[in-house]
């Protein structure tokens, strides 16, 4: 049964806002010299080539989609989050010796970066330091840039995946993996250890 809740308990119960800030929290370490904000939504490149502003290099972390939430077979809440990171590159000189960095190449290494931690075998990273929360699934990255907007001195890509936010009770509930006692641990020479045949 759904029980009437206030703003501020809605706001508590809701992990998606802490999914994103742990996502720009870990990014923001793991890449020091890109910008990593938040963003509240899709990047419309209109927008974009109208004069919005973005910083460049950055990376902008947005929860562009929620689906529809389900319940586990454990009885959890599950909550599917869908999550863009939109990067922002431009022309820059780099290294020592200098040389000019183009906007695409820049783009391209940093996506490849970002895909690459999303995809990581042990997924540990990122789990963005949360409990109870899904290894990333779907993820890609496409360019969202136009012609006009290229010819304006920045390129924008976006790399996107789904994780899924576990809610209501433990993601393991080892207490009902053994139902009553567990069996005594027998050791050799204990009476009932079972026989080994010669």
Do not use: N
């Not at 939430?69 to 820059?92: I, K, M, N, W």
Request: proline fraction near 9%.
């Amino acid at each position: 049964m759904i029980e009437p809740r206030s703003l501020s308990q809605l706001i508590d119960a809701s992990g998606v806002f802490a999914l994103r800030a742990g996502v720009v929290a870990t990014l923001t370490r793991l890449f020091p010299d890109i910008q990593v904000t938040t963003h509240p939504g899709k990047i419309d490149i209109s927008d974009v080539v109208a004069g919005e502003v973005f910083t460049a290099p950055s990376i902008c972390v947005a929860a562009v989609r929620l689906p529809s939430d389900v319940s586990t077979s454990a009885g959890q809440r599950a909550t599917a989050v869908d999550l863009a990171a939109y990067v922002v590159a431009e022309d820059r000189p780099l290294g020592e010796p200098q040389r000019l960095i183009h906007r695409d190449e820049m783009a391209l290494a940093i996506c490849d970066a970002l895909t690459a931690l999303l995809q990581e075998p042990a997924a540990s990273v990122s789990r963005w330091a949360l409990a109870d929360l899904s290894p990333p699934d779907a993820v890609e990255a496409k360019p969202l840039f136009t012609a006009k907007s290229f010819a304006q001195g920045k390129v924008f890509w976006a790399v996107t995946w789904r994780q899924t936010i576990y809610r209501d009770a433990p993601l393991w509930d080892m207490e009902s993996i053994v139902a009553g006692d567990p069996p005594p641990l027998l050791l050799p020479g204990d009476a009932d250890y079972p026989a080994v045949a010669p």
